[in-house]
């Protein structure tokens, strides 16, 4: 229980850890064993994150463990490369799963044994139907199937079958091994599924030892069971599994029996999630790579700038629930605006720069001004800004022929400079196009810091940076990678349609203050007016910095779509 803050109510636990609670109350289970379940053949998204931080936090909060087991079954898909980059993602979230980290595939010896026990149990055989035969076989949700005319082999026969598969003296696809369940079972999945087949394909770990590779539904609990996992929890797609877990456990009588528990799916608008949909992405090239800092994958995220902390809240926040249900995009930029909010201090950049000339101004002249990193938070101290006669505004801070109510540049106005000088527009020059070049203004010398011993109201305060000193960078400003709320509802068209053009507006002559110039790739900052931002891993350079906004100050785009 957080001990500071006495008057929250504890947040109730969900039904998961509910379950957890009355397991380790009644005796049933003293040590909790959980385990989170990547099959290695793409990045992580923030889906798994959900689940990540529901299987590590159980294991955390109950002095138990997490596993991190790949679930590397199908090796034409999977790879070592997917295989680093998960646990990176995992660790780089704040998770450890100390010496367990395991993998399907070192279980192959003992899956396999585990099916010559079915087998010699009368309880799976070889079967020759093809995949279209199967399916017809296999009835409806309103029929039930019809058994395989192979199902009644004996079991020496299926025995020699198996082995024969196992050496690679059946070719791919011409037959399965099935476990012999209930043809008329109301649930499909109990419909005698597949448990092994023949794939000869090159495993990232056990390169040619193989040409049979178990289905996940067989897979599955028996790794779980190897490693002693107490709850297995995922998906609710799974739901209908979960008698083939139960079956395969309860038939074989094994040692231990972990139970298999389900929870709803993370869905967020404006995106997709499945890893197949991100993969096309990224062959595709729709996206600079898995990393790209709009794919809302842990590693785009931590590119684009969110923090850890941001997105454990963000699960925490969404909780965890039987049905499926939408979260908006919103949630999860709140969760790092939230936490940048406390952290990050506040800088000034001009990303659309407009150059002013303080004609009062003397030309030699320059001094450093006292600004604060934290208005809210004193303790992050104070930094020196330096001031020139030549500084640099956001463009669109001016306005000609401004309404009333425009407190920033027009001429005649009068506008304050963040922590330095009020300043008045005498005028706008042009160019023979009529675009404006540079504003000539010039400043009250007494108004250092930014109020007027008079007393003079001047509503307007802008930021800025000094020409001779500013840094140039490259700002690259980021919206949703999708233009609709769901890319996968229109069943005639493909999700890439939906894809917003705009997504990625990249501003290549923005003008930063020169603190930026030290700050370090793993630092996060508020430019004040425009939102948060961080140095870009991959393209940044010391010649040249590229800078993400990780999100607006607020939320921008519910205001849009409001506004219609
Ligand atoms: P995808 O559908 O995106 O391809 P997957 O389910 O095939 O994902 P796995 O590698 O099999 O990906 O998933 C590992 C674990 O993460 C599983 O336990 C799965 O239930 C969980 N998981 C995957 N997607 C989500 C999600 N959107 N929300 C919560 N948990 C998820
Ligand atoms: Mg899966």
């Not at 030290?518 to 900052?525: N, Q, T, Y």
Request: glycine share 6%.
């Amino acid at each position: 229980m957080n001990t500071n803050t006495p008057d929250t109510p504890e947040k109730p636990l969900d039904f998961i850890r509910q379950i957890i609670a009355e397991d380790l109350k009644s005796g049933k289970h003293s040590n909790i064993v959980t385990r989170f379940p990547p099959e290695p053949n793409g990045f992580l998204h923030i889906g798994h994150a959900k689940s990540i931080c529901l299987n590590f936090g159980i294991a955390k909060e109950n002095n138990g463990v997490c596993h991190l087991r790949f679930d590397d079954t199908n090796p034409g898909k999977e790879s070592t490369e997917y295989v680093d980059a998960i646990q990176k993602d995992v660790r780089w979230l704040g998770f450890d799963w100390g010496e367990h980290l395991h993998f399907s595939s070192d279980y192959f010896d003992q899956l396999h044994d585990f099916a010559v026990q079915l087998i010699k149990m009368g309880k799976a055989y070889v079967c020759h139907l093809n995949a279209e035969d199967m399916r017809e076989y296999r009835g409806t949700l309103t029929e039930p199937g019809k058994n395989s005319p192979y199902r009644d082999r004996s079991v020496e026969e299926n025995l020699a079958l198996f082995a024969q598969m196992k050496n690679g003296e059946l070719a791919e696809g011409t037959c399965s091994l099935r476990a012999k369940i209930d043809m008329a079972s109301p649930n499909m999945i109990m419909r005698d599924p597949a448990i092994y087949r023949i794939m000869n394909k090159h495993h990232h770990r056990t390169g040619d030892t193989w040409c049979i590779y178990p289905m996940y539904d067989f897979c599955h609990c028996l790794s779980d069971m190897i490693e002693q996992i107490t709850h297995s929890i995922c998906t609710l797609e799974f739901e209908n599994n979960r008698a083939v877990y139960d079956w395969v456990l309860d038939t074989l009588t094994t040692p231990c029996r972990p139970r298999q528990y389900e929870f709803a799916r993370l869905n967020i608008n404006f995106t997709v999630m499945s890893k197949r949909k991100l993969l096309q992405l990224v062959e595709e090239n729709h996206v600079d790579g898995w990393d790209d800092p709009r794919m809302l994958t842990i590693s785009g995220l931590r590119r684009r700038g969110y923090t850890p902390a941001s997105i454990r809240n963000f699960c925490e926040t969404i909780g965890v629930g039987k049905r499926d249900s939408w979260i908006d995009m919103g949630v999860l930029e709140n969760s790092v605006r939230d936490d940048l909010n406390v952290h990050a201090p506040r800088v000034m950049g001009v990303l659309d720069p407009l150059k002013i000339v303080i004609t009062n101004y003397p030309e030699e002249q320059e001094e450093e001004l006292e600004a604060q990193n934290h208005p809210q938070n004193p303790d992050m101290g104070t930094r020196m800004i330096p001031f020139s006669r030549e500084i640099y505004v956001e463009r669109d801070d001016y306005m000609e022929n401004a309404p009333r109510k425009f407190f920033r540049l027009s001429e005649g106005r009068e506008v304050r400079l963040r922590y330095a000088y009020l300043i008045t527009c005498d005028k706008a020059i042009k160019d023979e196009n009529g675009e404006i070049v540079e504003l000539h203004c010039t400043y009250d010398p007494e108004t250092r810091g930014g109020s007027a011993p008079d007393g003079r109201k001047v509503k307007g305060t802008i930021h800025w940076v000094s020409a001779k000193h500013g840094i140039p960078a490259e700002v690259r400003l980021y919206d949703r990678l999708f233009s609709v709320e769901n890319p996968d509802s229109d069943k005639e068209k493909d999700f890439k349609e939906f894809l917003n053009p705009d997504s990625c507006q990249v501003l290549e002559n923005s003008i930063l203050e020169p603190y930026l110039a030290d700050i370090a790739l793993e630092d996060r900052v508020q430019f004040e007016r425009q939102g948060y931002f961080c140095l870009d891993s991959k393209e940044s350079s010391p010649e040249k910095p590229v800078f993400n906004r990780i999100v607006t100050l607020r939320d921008s785009w519910a205001k849009m779509q409001k506004k219609g």
